[in-house]
């Protein structure tokens, strides 16, 4: 159908008339469009002048003034000092913090666990394909909130108590002197940074740098001269030189243990990683990964029977088809899915409080708007903060996609 | 006027807590009852001459304000704390005191705690969205010791992070503390330590503005506090409304002397069917949360002046 | 559609340079294959000598495809000898891949890897089984896309091409790999008419210079011109074979002639 | 021909190969298990390992769930029954009510909402099943008004206009059908408004024709409430749906931009953020006085929710009909409105009803959010009144166990049907 | 490929019967057309009268369906004047309505309505443009089934049939609408060889009724057969136009021969 059209010379020589608004494709298109937009503005008007007559009558206003107050609550688990004095604007960002660090646990986490599910359920292994199976059955089919309530419950019971590590004869030891799995969440050492750090620190550099600079020179090796070097002496590349360098600055790089002794109701020092954050993490993986492995199955489905054929016809080995032919073709079909279920999961990670686990719309959303009364400024920052993360996330993925789109006629 | 909508609605719209054992909770067979529950049913009462006209609307931490606020209820009867900024900030009008609570903390008995003091580098459970937070954190930064919190929505979830010993202490008004260990299987292991760490004066509130309304709600909060001091009771309030006593207060309390229901807009016996729908303050708060229910707690601050306690109400006349 | 004019405008090929050695290229004995309960293939038995090109045809499901994909070990048959230049066909891996290095196969959806450029397309094989260093490879790749007529497109990719490039390019994939044997399963099927030829030119280039061939085809102006067999297969047998001439005026079998009427007839 | 072989050419099979039956080589459990089970040494490894964990799984849950007790009144006298070993199930007889309509619907009116439930299997099977006849669809319509009657309760009357509300508009519409789309959807609105208000008299008139016992909103609860919230939203987010599908497909900027906004808002932040808006700030935007329910304050959140989602699927099914469709309908002389009512949609919807199961499923699980803004759904429920009560305060594992068993059941059925009909399109795409 | 043989095997059409009127159906004059920069055609013009039979032809992408496209104004042309049956073409919707309802278009790919049975694809635009009621329009449907010999079809559904059932349903569908000119877009590039003649031989029927037809094929039989003219399109421009005999025994113009040679030759 015809649309407006620039280039036009001869076609309309006769004179306007009020009917053409309707009836003629260059006008008909404007009308629908003003009315829609007189509509929504209506709209908007009539929900603002609402909202301005109940605050007026409910003698409120809106200001963001509260969010420079002090906050007044303290928050268990914070990447950035806080404290009860801080304003709710910091106590806003911790739980942004927050949000972001456990998605970021979940997406690699749920990645791991997805594809592991999903290569495994198109096994030849019965088994292990119909568990497989069961686990994204049942992972997919029940809600987030129940698996998030229960999987929290499940850690609470599944720790001991730290008050069986404390003491002079406590009833349990830490693990290796170092960890301690409690109900509180898994106590580790916490790194301390002696004199040589920066050593060991530049060994590991090279490790990573030297394991790359191995699979490139494998690669090259067989570009340029058609010989197959093995691979794992890219693991000793990698391993070797930070190993040999934290044992040769001999306290480079310290650990402050977790102490036992200092206090009646908690191991302290260490680093404590919390059973919020763990059973809002693991809550959050297994049940992500169900999907991810439905996304990766389906990936791999998708590279047609006929790719793997070809391939094989050719004489390549079947770990070859699977990393030079079929692998990058189902990744291009498996990322974007992948990419909203890294969405979802941030997403779903709101829920965190079921779990008492400090994240925006715990902090902003919940404590913040408890004790300021500003729920709407608060929700509206809080819809901000997520829309900001899936206009970015989906802005990653469009350009994912159109870097990685096959090349058509 | 919130008086003509409840009138003309037939109902009153009543915010309570979500689920809170003696205050307001469902019970098996899915009706309200507790302390603040009562409280809905002698303003129904007052204002109807029914108790049972009340739609009861589960609020939480975070809804209560706006529910009130958008007159989806008329008046929150959920432990709420009395305070500066929620009078004049949020703009809420609080009508009286129902009950005069602290802050304490729950712990096990044999982690040998006394007092809150020892409690340094302890993990403490708290209900999110309440002042209790806010307590905990100046009495810990006042007291320059340090804490664990962990958060947690629900009064129920807080009860099993802390029994399976995810928490050290549980912290919350002392009259929940009550109510909550009454339902531990063992309540005998677990003690409320003596230090109450904050004034937390729990009344029901209406919005701003509408002073009539408000009225109404406060002096019925008072009636039932004055039937108790003076000795009116479910029991003998038909007898004593029947006629006109020898205590003036009481007669004009109950109608039978002066026209005070006319000056809040009500009828003579508005008291008298706020009494009966649930007894006097002190038969509510025995039958709910008193010594001999599971919840067991003790008049305290909530006894009449008369006996050493706080409430005190203004008088009839 | 008759296509025996199409062949017939061309200057005719010269078959006296497509030379039949003795040495055996495949030789198949009695071989059966059963898909489930599925008789697919009953007793087959055919022996192709270096330098044959062979056309096979049948109808729909008779197991043409099947047969030929058997010889190159995609499917596996179940009775019977499969041999390759010399090689037997059994589960042992290293057969396998000797015999899939040495048989070349062309599809009828091309299967050319959409990922891949052209060039790479060609290099893949030579690189990671051969070992040819890349250099070398590619060289070698442009030879043979010189010779199907597309060494410009080299740096495009599969979907940027028509289908007969891409037959084309398929065909030469398989000639880098430096095949004794090429399997063709209906190339030309799945394209345009314009494009047919342009296939069928480059398999009879490759026909000419002696490239043992089985292709299934129903290109039959194609089978006259450069088979020097025609095997016509029905419900997984060989029904009938014989020279191109004698195959298409005196079928002997009903089928056969069935079969022929109805598809050069309409 | 000189550069054949004789001796291979000229072959003709006399006698034909019958069908054989396959070589008996290796049948049977062995041949089964070396091939699935024990292929390769790795393979064995992992089958081993998750025998060893399915072991210990089941030895775990097992003696739980058959040692469990079904009777006792309160936890206390459950844990003495039982002696650690089993589940405290009771809880579920004891509550059994409250989890499936809440704690305020009447008892003596249970009977309606499982009827309503049972229903809803029998009226929905035309829509699922496009082999019924679709004439069986009239009762997917009256379906919406026999649910509403049953499970508000009120006169019968009150749905009976509704329908003829409905009617009426259709009648209208397809008596002025023939002076275009807009006109003719105009006046079967207007038509069916009409008898709305009139029959607003009369159903007020006649409140007491087969009344049934009239329930509010907010006493929905239970597994109840999250079947209705998931009907009810589903249902009414597949017009927006499409109209917004429609809007972002559209050519007119505008119209587009707006699609795209909201569509892009709604996804982009969580349902509990738009909950929390239902419940904390929707009432500041309404004119002063209205209250309306939570739950219907509710409804339209989820809804706009839903409806976000299923545009994005039939924006998908659209995109996926070939551009001949839209050519073929334009070049028979066809308007926009025809084209899309009776070549595209159709099309279009047939296609998407898998990803429209999905998005179906999804939101299903997500009603469950709601217990966060105070609703008494199952797991509201859970969390309120039954946790907290005295008798049953610390059974969670039965109580959520249930929980997940009624969504998976649920889930599961519905994952299962959207595949069959998957595989169904997929193989008659006719 | 040449498809003479096909036509030439059937008794002459009688092109005596098939007469050109003076009055005009279609005039196209000076009209361009652009795709965003790209210049697609090129001051065309073109006058066809009633009776015509015009046959398209010319390179791929040489905008021979641009051209019929914009006829029906399923693309809108941005320079120049299209007058169809006397009505121009201008972006006033009725205007449009009414050339679509004169005019009617059979596609490369059929374009059927997979949901509705064949019956229901015909009394589509009838009931709901023409706004005949069912009943007629479903006797005037079973007409041009029966005249398109598929009357036996009638409540099965396309995807049940075969592609040259498929296209005969389409110009059956196209023909309920009475069209006075009809638009044909390689209708037949999509079929099996052996329904192409099945499909010819409707249009030729058609045409010998005397409808006006514009005909974008290479089926080059059906043009030498049928057409009286033969137009000859390249780059967007008209190149070459003439009766058929003489198109193609002397083209005229350079490319008009390499075209000729290309598709008749191979
Ligand atoms: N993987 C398979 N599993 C089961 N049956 C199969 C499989 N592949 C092919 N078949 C069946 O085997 C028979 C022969 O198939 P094949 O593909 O060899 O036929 P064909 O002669 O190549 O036919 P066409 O000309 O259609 O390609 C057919 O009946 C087919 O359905
Ligand atoms: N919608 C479009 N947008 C942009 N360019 C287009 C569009 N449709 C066609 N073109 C271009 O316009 C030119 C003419 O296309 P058209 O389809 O008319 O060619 P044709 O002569 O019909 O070719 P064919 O024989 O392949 O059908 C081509 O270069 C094509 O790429
Ligand atoms: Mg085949
Ligand atoms: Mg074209």
């Given amino acids: 159908m015809a649309s407006i059209s620039e280039h036009d010379t001869q076609q309309d020589r006769q004179g306007f008339r009020p009917s053409m608004l309707i009836n003629d494709t260059r006008y008909r298109g404007l009308t629908f469009q003003f009315i829609a937009l007189m509509l929504i503005i209506l709209a908007f008007a009539w929900l603002g002048a609402n909202l301005m007559s109940n605050l007026a009558a409910a003698g409120l206003d809106i200001s963001f003034g509260f969010l420079d107050e002090p906050a007044g609550y303290d928050i268990a688990f914070s990447m950035i000092d806080y404290t009860s004095q801080s304003s709710h604007l910091r106590a806003a960002i911790v739980g942004v913090l927050n949000t972001l660090l456990v998605a970021f646990m979940g997406c690699v986490t749920a990645t791991i666990i997805g594809v592991t599910a999903g290569v495994l359920r198109l096994s030849k292994n019965w088994l292990i394909a119909r568990l497989m199976s069961a686990y994204v059955e049942a992972f997919r089919n029940v809600p987030v909130l129940i698996w998030i309530l229960i999987i929290g419950a499940v850690v609470t019971i599944s720790g001991a108590n730290p008050r069986a590590f404390l003491g002079e004869e406590a009833e349990s030891n830490l693990f290796l002197g170092m960890f301690a799995f409690t109900n509180r969440g898994l106590y580790a050492p916490a790194v301390e940074i002696g004199p040589g750090a920066l050593i060991v620190l530049i060994a590991l550099i090279a490790g990573i740098a030297g394991a790359i600079a191995w699979r490139w020179y494998v690669k090259h090796t067989l570009f340029s001269s058609g010989k197959l070097l093995p691979g794992w002496p890219m693991w000793l590349i990698l391993l070797a030189p930070p190993i040999l360098a934290y044992f040769l600055f001999q306290g480079a790089i310290g650990l402050s243990m977790p102490d036992t002794m200092a206090n009646r109701f908690n191991i302290q020092g260490g680093t404590l990683v919390g059973k919020p954050l763990i059973a809002l993490w693991l809550a959050l993986s297994v049940y992500t990964g169900a999907f991810i492995a439905e996304n990766v199955r389906a990936g791999i489905l998708s590279v047609s029977k006929g790719q793997t054929e070809a391939a094989a016809a050719l004489g390549l080995r079947p770990r070859r088809v699977m990393n030079l032919v079929v692998l990058p073709q189902a990744l291009r079909v498996i990322v974007p899915p992948l990419i909203s279920q890294y969405l979802n999961l941030t997403k779903n990670s709101s829920l965190a409080i079921a779990v008492g686990y400090a994240d925006i719309t715990a902090t902003l959303g919940g404590i913040t708007l408890n004790q300021t009364g500003r729920a709407i400024e608060c929700i509206l920052m809080l819809m901000l903060f997520y829309l900001i993360i899936s206009l970015a996330i989906s802005g990653v993925m469009n350009v994912y996609n159109s870097t990685v789109a096959l090349k058509e006629r | ?317 | ?266 | 021909m000189s550069d054949t072989h004789a001796q291979s050419v000229a072959y003709v099979r006399e006698s034909f190969v019958e069908q054989q039956t396959p070589p008996v080589s290796e049948t049977g459990v062995v041949k089964w298990l070396r091939e699935n089970l024990f292929s390769s040494i790795p393979y064995a490894i992992l089958t081993l390992l998750s025998l060893f964990v399915l072991y210990q799984i089941l030895s775990g849950v097992l003696p739980w769930l058959l040692g469990g007790n079904w009777t006792a009144s309160s936890i206390r006298e459950c844990r003495e029954l039982v002696e650690g070993a089993g589940g405290c199930f009771a809880v579920l007889t004891e509550r059994w009510n409250q989890l499936l309509f809440g704690f305020s619907y009447p008892s003596t009116e249970y009977w309606r909402p499982a009827l309503a439930f049972l229903l809803l299997f029998v009226c929905v099977a035309p829509v699922l099943f496009p082999d019924l006849p679709s004439k069986s669809l009239i009762l997917t319509l009256l379906y919406p008004f026999v649910a509403y009657w049953l499970l508000w309760g009120g006169t019968i009357v009150t749905p009976i206009v509704g329908l003829l509300g409905v009617a009426a508009g259709y009648v209208a519409y397809r008596a002025t059908i023939n002076r275009g789309f807009a006109l003719s959807l105009l006046a079967g609105v207007v038509a069916a408004v009409i008898v709305w208000y009139l029959g607003g008299f009369v159903a007020e008139e006649l409140s007491g024709v087969a009344a049934l016992m009239p329930v509010e909103s907010r006493d929905m609860g239970g597994f109840m409430l999250n079947m209705i919230l998931g009907t009810v939203c589903v249902s009414l987010s597949l017009p927006f749906g499409i109209l917004l599908a429609l809007g972002r497909q559209s050519r007119l900027p505008i119209i587009k931009i707006i699609c795209i906004t909201f569509i892009e808002f709604i996804r982009g932040v969580p349902l509990i953020t738009l909950l929390f808006v239902a419940n904390v700030v929707l009432a500041y935007f309404l004119p002063p006085g209205t209250t309306f329910d939570l739950i219907l304050r509710v409804i339209i959140m989820i809804t706009m929710f839903a409806s976000a989602y299923i545009a994005e699927v039939i924006r998908g099914g659209l995109a996926a009909l070939p551009r001949g469709q839209y050519e073929a309908a334009d070049s028979l002389g066809l308007d926009y409105a025809q084209a899309m009512r009776l070549i595209i949609l159709p099309q279009a919807l047939k296609i998407s009803i898998p990803g429209i199961v999905n998005v179906a499923v999804g939101l299903f699980k997500d009603t469950t959010l709601v217990s966060i803004i105070s609703m008494f759904d199952v797991v509201g429920m859970i969390r309120g009144p039954i946790l907290a009560s005295t008798d049953w305060n610390g059974v969670y594992w039965e109580l959520y166990g249930f929980a997940a068993l009624l969504f998976f059941v649920t889930c599961y059925g519905i994952s299962q049907y959207s595949q069959w009909l998957e595989r169904k399109l997929a193989t008659d795409h006719r």
């Fill in chain 2, 1 to 317: 006027a919130t008086l003509d909508d409840v009138q003309e609605r037939g109902t009153l719209n009543c915010g309570v807590t979500t689920g809170l054992v003696g205050f307001a909770a469902p019970n098996a067979s899915g009706e309200w009852e507790g302390f603040d529950v009562a409280l809905c049913r002698a303003v129904a009462a007052a204002v109807l001459g029914d108790p049972t006209a009340v739609e009861f609307v589960p609020t939480t931490g975070k809804t209560r304000f706006t529910a009130l606020a958008s007159g989806e209820i008329d008046m929150l009867a959920r432990n709420t704390t009395w305070t500066f900024s929620r009078d004049n900030d949020l703009g809420f009008e609080f009508n009286g005191i129902n009950y005069y609570d602290g802050q304490g903390f729950l712990v096990p008995r044999d982690l040998g705690v006394t007092s809150a003091m020892d409690l340094d580098g302890a993990t403490v459970c708290v209900q999110t969205g309440t002042t209790t937070e806010l307590n905990l954190a100046d009495f810990f930064r006042k007291n320059n010791i340090s804490y664990e919190p962990v958060p947690i929505e629900t009064n129920a979830e807080a009860q099993q992070q802390y029994l399976a010993g995810a928490c050290d202490a549980y912290t919350t008004d002392a009259s929940g503390l009550a109510a909550t260990r009454a339902t531990f299987e063992a309540p005998g292991d677990h003690v409320i330590l003596p230090e109450i760490i904050s004034k937390e004066p729990l009344g029901p509130l209406v919005r701003h503005g509408d002073n009539e309304w408000g009225d109404i709600v406060r002096w019925t909060l008072n009636a039932l506090i004055a039937a108790e001091e003076y000795g009116v009771t479910s029991a003998n309030v038909e007898d004593m409304a029947s006629a006109a006593g020898d205590s003036p207060e009481v007669n004009r309390l109950l109608g039978t002397e002066g026209n005070l229901g006319e000056m809040i807009g009500l009828e003579s016996d508005w008291a008298v069917n706020a009494i009966s729908a649930g007894g006097n303050y002190g038969e509510i708060f025995a039958q709910n949360i008193g010594e001999d229910t599971p919840i067991g707690l003790a008049r305290g601050l909530n006894a009449q002046w008369t006996d050493g306690g706080l409430l005190y109400a203004p008088p009839f006349r």
């Fill in chain 3, 1 to 266: 559609m008759d296509t025996t004019n199409t062949v017939a405008d061309q200057p005719k090929v010269d078959r006296s340079q497509m030379k039949v050695s003795d040495e055996v290229a495949v030789r198949i004995e009695n071989m059966n294959k059963w898909f489930g309960a599925f008789h697919v293939l009953r007793d087959i038995d055919l022996t192709v000598y270096k330098g044959e090109r062979i056309v096979i045809c049948g109808p729909s499901g008779s197991g043409k495809s099947t047969l030929i994909r058997c010889i190159n070990a995609l499917e596996e048959h179940q009775k019977g000898v499969i041999e390759v230049d010399g090689t037997r066909l059994s589960s042992d891996l290293k057969q396998i891949d000797k015999i899939r290095s040495e048989v070349g196969m062309c599809f009828q959806h091309f299967n050319l890897f959409p990922h891949l450029t052209i060039l790479e397309n060609c290099t893949l094989a030579p690189i990671w089984v051969r070992k040819t260093p890349k250099k070398e490879a590619e060289e070698d790749a442009m030879h043979f896309l010189t010779k199907v007529k597309i060494p410009d497109q080299a740096n495009k990719y599969p979907g940027q091409l028509s289908g007969g490039q891409q037959q084309r390019v398929a065909i030469a994939r398989s000639l880098c790999m430096r095949p004794k044997i090429m399997l063709f399963d209906e190339p030309t099927s799945a394209l345009d008419p314009e494009m047919i030829k342009e296939v069928l030119d480059t398999m009879i280039e490759l026909a000419e210079e002696g490239m043992t061939m089985l292709c299934v085809t129903h290109e039959m102006g194609f089978a006259r011109q450069v088979a020097n067999r025609v095997i016509f297969m029905d419900q997984g047998q060989i029904v009938e074979q014989n020279e191109p001439e004698e195959f298409f005026q005196n079928p002997k079998s009903d089928r056969t002639k069935l079969f022929l009427s109805q598809i050069l007839g309409h």
